[in-house]
């Protein structure tokens, strides 16, 4: 049950929360427990919120399709998704540079505690919704695992005027990144993975692509229900799916050159066709007397 934790779960609750409090750096170790241990169900307010913070291992698999060096976590609660975005092992073989990790959470309570287990990440404390207006510049991929479904919101992200939270923090990725890659419910995604992809109505996503003109195109193949009962107080049916505004503008210049191509070529039939048609004029050598 939300709010209740076991003995034991209580006993590293609490320990985590030395570890925050204390007044020293933490090793490695000891901020991946924090992850670990820190749970969110003890928070009142998660109810409110709706905070369900990502299992390690899922985590582990978004950071897969996380591209570029620049990444903006959204709704980043105290920093799974942007631990494993880090990709320290990959980059230190590649000797590539660390990447510059921003984390948006409005709940202080979270940030204090992800300030403590990523403090190589910038962290600000703010509504997700007021992002758009703070300048932060480009990235190259924004990700997060939202609050799913109608969650109390204080506006509107742009474009986007329907219910669902997790839609609206898409549209606000948008504006930030030309990629993304979220966690969202399986009943807002186009498509499932059972053994494969398989394409599926979606009301609620169909609006919102319909308002946005932003994509949702299927991952490579994480089957997320490997670890839906890794989940807290929760056992979601989840997705993970990927924007990539680079494919996009790619396919609606292939349709906007097709739809040309097209209109030419039915251009070219129709001067053929009247052509054809056309009666003749002047004098023929069929037959008949010629006239000088």
């Known amino acids: 049950m939300a709010g209740k934790l076991s003995k034991e779960q209580t006993k590293r609750h609490n320990r985590a929360c030395?570890?925050?409090?204390s007044d020293r750096e933490l090793t490695e170790k000891e901020r991946e427990f924090v992850l670990d241990h820190f749970h969110e169900s003890a928070n009142t307010g998660r109810t409110l919120d709706g905070a369900f913070f990502t299992p390690a291992e899922l985590a582990g698999e978004l950071h897969l399709v996380i591209p570029g060096d620049r990444i903006i976590d959204l709704c980043a609660g105290i920093g799974r998704l942007a631990w494993h975005a880090r990709d320290l092992v990959t980059r230190h073989f590649e000797r590539l540079p660390s990447r510059e990790i921003v984390c948006v959470e409005k709940n202080p309570a979270y940030v204090r505690v992800g300030r403590r287990?990523?403090?190589?990440?910038?962290?600000?404390?703010?509504?997700?919704?007021?992002?758009?207006?703070?300048?932060?510049?480009?990235?190259?991929?924004?990700?997060?695992?939202?609050?799913?479904?109608?969650?109390?919101?204080?506006?509107?992200a742009p474009g986007y005027r329907g219910p669902l939270f997790e839609f609206h923090v898409i549209a606000v990725a948008e504006t930030l990144a030309r990629r993304g890659a979220?966690?969202?419910?399986?009943?807002?995604?186009p498509f499932r993975i059972e053994g494969g992809f398989v394409?599926?109505?979606s009301p609620a996503y169909e609006r919102f692509h319909r308002e946005t003109g932003i994509k949702?195109?299927?991952n490579v193949g994480i089957p997320t229900d490997d670890y839906r009962d890794q989940w807290r107080d929760a056992s979601p049916a989840v997705e993970i799916v990927l924007h990539n505004r680079d494919e996009d503008e790619l396919e609606a210049r292939a349709e906007q050159a097709a739809h040309a191509e097209q209109s030419t070529a039915s251009r070219t039939r129709q001067?053929?066709?009247?052509?054809?048609?056309?009666?003749?004029?002047?004098?023929?050598?069929?037959?008949g007397d010629t006239l000088f």
């Not at 990440?121 to 991929?141: H, K, R």
């Open 18 to 21: 030395e570890l925050v409090d």
């Open 117 to 156: 287990v990523l403090p190589e990440a910038t962290w600000i404390c703010a509504d997700v919704l007021d992002v758009p207006g703070m300048s932060l510049g480009p990235f190259d991929c924004a990700i997060s695992n939202p609050p799913f479904g109608r969650i109390k919101r204080s506006g509107n």
């Open 182 to 189: 979220f966690i969202i419910p399986r009943e807002s995604a």
């Open 199 to 201: 394409d599926q109505d």
């Open 216 to 218: 949702l195109r299927p």
């Open 271 to 287: 001067h053929s066709l009247t052509t054809t048609t056309a009666p003749k004029t002047g004098f023929s050598d069929s037959g």
